[in-house]
């Protein structure tokens, strides 16, 4: 347990509205992550930040925005959502173990965009 | 490109046989190697890693093999138990100099089911 709590959990949300899920960690990792899964194409990174008010984009960006005001919180807005943004999203922190950063995942936020 | 990847979509095994699930990468600068276990309808659950340094990692049942020269891994479950039935990704580590940070590349997934 990686002290990761996502909302909602489920959603479904109409084309052309703004989204934003919530990730919001008790471990004060300095590195979270936004990951949407989707099949056929496993895990793929959004955005990730490496501390208060540093974001950075990931591979697969366009169309989301971040904010991390707070060590604790990361936020995922779709500033307008669309139907190919129905997916899993899924937040991450990035824990050193061993000789290896491990990142790991909350239970994820899942999206239906109609 | 895809950088990380697990060319068997799906695998099916006998409980108490061996599984073997592989997972080849291409960049060389990849330096530390995980598994994650992901349930239906749950997040993704590290499951074990290994160093660029080593070429085998154990953890009770599971096992992960590296060969850095084949830029293979592979991870071995013995005995495979019906418990075992998820889907496996695969996931290489790099230092991103560009982006100032270590990130994860996952491969597509492996769906391993262990019949009883």
């Known amino acids: 347990d990686a002290g990761i709590t996502q909302s909602p959990r489920h959603k479904v949300t109409e084309t052309g509205t703004p989204v934003t899920l919530r990730c919001h960690q008790t471990?004060?990792?300095?590195?979270m992550y936004w990951y949407r899964q989707d099949p056929g194409h496993g895990l793929r990174l959004i955005h990730y930040?490496?501390?208060?008010?540093?974001?950075d984009k990931g591979e697969v960006s366009d169309g989301y925005s971040v904010s991390r005001s707070k060590t604790e919180d990361f936020l995922l807005t779709l500033e307008s959502a669309t139907s190919s943004q129905t997916s899993v999203y899924f937040c991450?922190?990035?824990?050193?173990?061993?000789?290896?950063?491990?990142?790991?995942f909350g239970e994820g936020s899942w999206l239906t965009v109609v | 490109d895809q950088q990380v990847k697990q060319n068997s979509p799906s695998l099916s095994v006998q409980e108490g046989r061996i599984s073997i699930l592989n997972c080849d990468y291409t960049?060389?600068?990849?330096?530390?190697f995980l598994w994650y276990k992901k349930y239906p309808a749950e997040g993704p659950t590290f499951l074990i890693s290994?160093?660029?340094?080593?070429d085998k990692n154990e953890d009770g049942r599971f096992t992960v093999f590296l060969n850095k020269s084949a830029k293979h891994l592979s991870l071995h479950i013995v005995p495979s138990q019906p418990g075992d039935s998820a889907v496996y990704f695969c996931?290489?580590?790099?230092?991103?100099?560009?982006?100032?940070?270590?990130?994860?590349?996952f491969g597509k997934g492996t769906k391993l089911s262990v019949i009883p």
């Open positions: 930040s490496y501390g208060v008010k540093d974001t």
């Open positions: 991450a922190i990035s824990a050193r173990v061993d000789s290896g950063n491990t990142i790991y």
């Open positions: 290994i160093s660029s340094i080593k």
């Open positions: 960049n060389s600068m990849f330096d530390y």
């Open positions: 996931a290489a580590s790099g230092w991103i100099s560009g982006a100032g940070s270590y990130q994860l590349t």
């Open positions: 471990e004060n990792h300095r590195y």
